[in-house]
T-cell receptor, first 115, second 114 residues
Framework: NAGVTQTPKFQVLKTGQSMTLQCAQD?????MSWYRQDPGMGLRLIHY???????DQGEVPNGYNVSRSTTEDFPLRLLSAAPSQTSVYFC??????????????FGEGSRLTVL | AQTVTQSQPEMSVQEAETVTLSCTYD???????LFWYKQPPSRQMILVIR??????QNATENRFSVNFQKAAKSFSLKISDSQLGDTAMYFC???????????FGTGTRLTIIP
């Protein structure tokens, strides 16, 4: 099983550049989300989606854009990269709480460096 | 809003010993889930154990068990007979009932010494 697949795994950007982190899952999960992980701060929720066409902001949404056109894919767009967006990004998915165990399934993470 | 606090940034223990990682949380919710996730050097996040707040019995998974004290809002993880493969960052996390969003603590880096 592929599970949750994130690409790229590593990326270096210059300030002001834009890019998209891709996330795909093959478990037919309704819920998908993006977290960023920074030293000493744990994982913080950026954006999430409970189904195709539905997205909402998490704790730290500024500077990021998402869309959900299919159940499988949930890309994260950095509109104009800033050094403060240097981080490790995780995509995670699950069934909705009404039909699942609450367990989030994570991708392997994407390390982004903004110079 | 919920908060999750892990007050031990780093811990180390000898192989085969028992270690306990602490976690406290703050919430006004009565129904919720608590989780411990493990992040080894590979960076992959792996679910270790899960506890439903309405269950009084503490969850166990092989060598991993929790001490869930609802009134004290405490959720510690005990690892028995620790192994080198337990070396990882451990995150405590909270999920409100009816909501898929996880709130994470800042993590505890655990090192198992051979």
């Amino acid at each position: 099983n592929a599970g949750v697949t994130q690409t790229p795994k590593f990326q270096v950007l210059k300030t002001g550049q834009s890019m998209t982190l891709q996330c795909a899952q093959d478990m037919n999960h309704e819920y998908m989300s993006w977290y960023r992980q920074d030293p000493g701060m744990g994982l913080r929720l950026i954006h999430y989606s409970v189904g195709a066409g539905i997205t909402d902001q998490g704790e730290v949404p500024n500077g990021y854009n998402v869309s959900r056109s299919t159940t499988e894919d949930f890309p994260l767009r950095l509109l104009s990269a800033a050094p403060s967006q240097t981080s490790v990004y995780f995509c995670a998915s699950s069934y909705l709480w009404t039909s699942g165990s609450g367990e989030l399934f994570f991708g392997e993470g994407s390390r982004l460096t903004v110079l | 809003a919920q908060t999750v606090t892990q007050s031990q940034p780093e811990m180390s223990v000898q192989e085969a010993e028992t270690v306990t990682l602490s976690c406290t949380y703050d919430t006004s919710e009565s129904n919720y889930y608590l989780f411990w996730y493990k992040q080894p050097p590979s960076r992959q996040m792996i679910l270790v154990i899960r506890q439903e707040a309405y269950k009084q019995q503490n969850a166990t998974e092989n060598r991993f068990s929790v001490n869930f004290q609802k009134a004290a809002k405490s959720f510690s993880l005990k690892i028995s007979d620790s192994q080198l493969g337990d070396t990882a960052m451990y995150f405590c996390a909270f999920m409100k009932f009816g909501n898929e969003k996880l709130t994470f603590g800042t993590g505890t880096r655990l090192t198992i010494i051979p």
